[in-house]
């Protein structure tokens, strides 16, 4: 039976980037065998304008019953005033949602080959290795909210952010054994000292650590953690967080490695996992055929490794990955003299060709 992987290329540079992904999955799968099948699906704005609603029926349904999905970016300035509920992020957001998807696995690896790409100094980024395991589909993304209502003789908005126990514990038992097959080391990262949300939290977590002696847990507050990425980044191992820290800091780790061209990232819960670059739709650039489409190719291996356990397919993409950049081999975001510019398609050969 072929694996079914549901593929969502989305806005902006989405279809380029997953058209990249593609590629070389079709590859690896010559090579090894894997006997996987694409189905492509609608979603975001694309969606929004062919059917009036950002995650049609059809794609959430598909996505359920596929081995895996992968997705590309929603967004774009020229949905930015449709209804809230309406808007592209919506397809994520119902896709993390509808999915189960719990969990947002950002691991974030500075490559030797790109060391001086970082604005931070190399000694400071030489090593870093951090796997941010970011809550997905609770806290103040997923809380009650108001987009206006008087207050006052004014108006007012507001996002409720709320955590239970259990999601807390779900989430920081992943963490745990995440670490275990790492150097063993949780930080907790929250608010404690002003939000309730996050005091609940760091109890919670207490909890989980318990029981987990060979893993050594600490605890961050956010404000710090997002300065000592700046400073001291090898310090980290596993970093475990709500939804909303866990995309800043995310964004801001993504500058450690690079460029967040690069970053990739596995959204996992109960049944179908899916598998995204962490950045977005890339307006900017969209259309040029320039995005850099390796976050994306090492989101297809992450695909590999995690739902359909083809670890060396999975090697043999993030080997190739790391050959093409020692190559010399850069996309607009990471070009610099003397090295050899090439658009996402040229990068995607590449890429296949190393395999
Ligand atoms: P962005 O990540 O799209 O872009 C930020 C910057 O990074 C831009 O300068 C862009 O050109 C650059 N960049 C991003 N990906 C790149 C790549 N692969 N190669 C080269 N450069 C790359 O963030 P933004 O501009 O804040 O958001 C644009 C749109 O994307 C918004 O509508 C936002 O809501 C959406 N978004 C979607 C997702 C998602 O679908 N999961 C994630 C983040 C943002
Ligand atoms: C991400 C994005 C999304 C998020 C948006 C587009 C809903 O920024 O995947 O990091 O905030 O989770
Ligand atoms: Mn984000």
Redesign the pocket.
Known sequence: MPKKIVVIP?D??GKE?TDGAVAVLQAVDKKYKLNLDYDYYDAGGTAYDKFGVPLPEDTLKAAQQADAVLFG????DKWDNVAPDLR??KA?LGLRKGLGLYANLRPVKTMDALIEYSPLKPDIVRGTDVMIVRELIGGVYFGDKCEEEDYNGTKRAWDLENYSIPEVERIVNLAMQTAQGRKGKVTSVDKANVLATSRLWRRTAAQVAAKYPDVKMDNMYVDNCAMQLAINPTRFDVIVTGNLFGDILSDEAAVLGG???LMPSASIGEQTSLY??????????AGKGI???L?TILSAAMLLRYSLQADEAADAIEKAVKDVLSQGYR???LYSEGFKKVNTEQMTQAVIANL
């Open positions: 989305g902006g540079i980037i970016a929603v967004g774009g592209p992020e994520i460029s967040i061209g995204e670059p962490i950045h977005g739709s890339a307006p900017d650039i995005a850099n489409p976050g996309t607009a975001d």
